[in-house]
């Protein structure tokens, strides 16, 4: 995502740019139910999985989305980044069908994303908009913030933590969430020991300097291995 992009932090609702976001920080983000809805939820930062704030010219997806009630949101994100869709199946308008992750390179007009609404009393929800608009666009800065949950809201979209593969590639969100449990697992190791375990899950660099994590590097070179012997599909 870009620098400019904006995040709802938890607690009093206040909204803060992508670039002033930092580790453990609470933001909100969403949590699936066994019908296919989402819950609102909030959900700490742990760590960046790519942070490169002074990048130039970087390449972003500029998808421009309406709800049925009017409502406008737009949202930038790298090609490989995961968001969620409604199938494109004439079965889900008889029968609920549930989200499923796409990558937003692989996004066309008339797709259906999900975004955050607020009504007129402060309570807010997740609703279906439909995708208008497909720009491409760069812009200065590029985060990926990898939470709890493995999903976050970033301009209200509801989208995943994780940019792995390529719009070619079919690797799910549930996959990729899968596959970076042991950030998690030491994450929260760290905390019940009071102390940051050997960087391991700030990688080898802090989380406020550039680079991509160690792990989600490592990760992206085994990516083919892994894809061809059915470990993310």
């Known amino acids: 995502f870009s620098g400019e992009s904006m995040l709802t932090l938890g607690g009093v609702g206040d909204t803060i740019p992508m670039k002033n976001l930092r580790v453990g920080d609470v933001v909100l983000a969403v949590e699936e139910r066994r019908d296919g809805s989402f819950d609102i939820i909030e959900t700490e930062v742990i760590v960046f999985l790519d942070r490169k704030p002074n990048a130039e010219g970087v390449n972003y997806i500029h998808l ?29 308008a008889l029968v609920p069908c549930e989200p499923v992750s796409m990558h937003a390179g692989a996004i066309q007009a008339g797709a259906i994303i999900f975004v955050r609404t607020i009504a007129s009393d402060g309570k807010s929800k997740i609703v279906s908009a439909t995708v208008e608009k497909v720009a ?3 812009h200065t800065g590029a985060y990926a913030p990898l939470t709890k949950s493995g999903t976050i809201l970033v ?37 019940v020991a009071g102390t940051v375990l050997p960087t391991w899950h700030e990688g080898k660099i802090p989380s406020y300097q550039d680079g991509v994590h160690w792990y989600a590097e490592a ?14 599909s």
Do not use: W
């Open 64 to 92: 421009s989305a309406r709800t049925t009630d009017g409502e406008s949101m737009e949202i930038n994100m790298t090609p490989n980044h995961l968001l969620f869709v409604l199938p494109r199946d004439p079965d889900c």
């Open 136 to 138: 491409y666009q760069k």
């Open 155 to 191: 301009d209200n979209v509801v989208v995943s933590s994780y940019a792995l593969g390529d719009a070619a590639n079919k690797i799910t969100h549930s996959a990729a969430h899968a596959a970076f449990s042991p950030v998690r697992v030491l994450y929260e190791l760290g905390r």
């Open 219 to 232: 990760l992206t070179s085994l990516y083919p291995a892994a894809v061809s012997l059915g470990f993310l």
